[in-house]
């Protein structure tokens, strides 16, 4: 009865790799979104999703792309890995897009270690 | 630019305490703001405001706003060791949430 989910929960590569994380959530919401927190848990927001639309992409370089197949998955592909990737990605849901008071919901991290 | 800051950035107390964690803003567009404890995993959420002066209030965690200062605080009485977490403050605007870096809480027996 997950509510959103990723996987994988860890993650270890060399630099330059290619590498996928993907999100699911059962919630029946209609926004999704990527999140990326780094060592000192300061989450910023990469991309929000709705109704498998683009909606924000925050200037994120464009080694990373995120496809959403349908409204309950949002999937990110990460090119050629570099050390700052470096990180604990969060996939989010929520029912309404931004500025629709509601609140996100999180999943449980994942965790990239790009050596 | 679009800031959200916490204080106090850490605070180490002991099981019994109350503390009040800190949150302003200055964030365009504003819609709600939002209170999420984050333990080793995922931030799970705990209040949304979106009118000053209306207190929310879950068991021992309460929390008010005040839009006319920019500002949210977030209360806890008499703490426990499981309240020990990352508690983040973020605001929502019309196109995003913005977080703080937290405000770590320590609660030692």
């Known amino acids: 009865d997950t509510a959103v989910s990723q996987t994988p929960k860890y993650l270890v590569t060399q630099m330059g790799n290619d590498k996928s994380i993907k999100c699911e959530q059962n919630?029946?919401?209609?926004?999704m979104y990527w999140y990326k927190q780094d060592s000192k848990k300061f989450l910023k927001i990469m991309f929000s999703?709705?109704?498998?639309?683009?909606?924000i992409n925050e200037t994120v370089p464009n080694r990373f792309s995120p496809k959403s197949p349908d409204k309950a998955h949002l999937n990110l592909h990460i090119n050629s890995l570099e050390l700052g990737d470096s990180a604990v990605y969060f996939c989010?849901?929520?029912?309404?897009?931004?500025?629709?008071?509601?609140?996100?919901?999180f999943g449980p991290g994942t965790r990239l270690t790009v050596l | 630019e679009d800031k959200v800051v916490q204080s106090p950035l850490s605070l180490v107390v002991h099981e019994g305490d109350t503390v009040t964690l800190n949150c302003s803003y200055e964030?365009?567009?504003?819609?709600?703001l939002l209170w999420y404890k984050q333990e080793k995993k995922a931030p799970t959420f705990l209040f949304m405001l979106?009118?000053?002066?209306i207190e929310k209030k879950s068991g021992r965690l309460s929390s008010i706003l005040d839009k006319k200062e920019l500002f949210s605080i977030l209360n806890i009485t008499a703490t426990q060791t499981g309240d020990s977490a990352v508690y983040l403050c973020?605001?929502?605007?019309?196109?995003?949430?913005?977080f703080g870096t937290g405000t770590r809480l320590q609660v030692f027996p």
């Open positions: 989010a849901s929520s029912r309404l897009p931004p500025g629709g008071y509601n609140e996100q919901f």
């Open positions: 919630l029946g919401h209609d926004t």
């Open positions: 999703y709705n109704n498998k639309e683009l909606i």
């Open positions: 964030v365009t567009n504003f819609r709600s």
């Open positions: 979106t009118s000053s002066g």
């Open positions: 973020a605001v929502e605007n019309t196109d995003k949430l913005i």
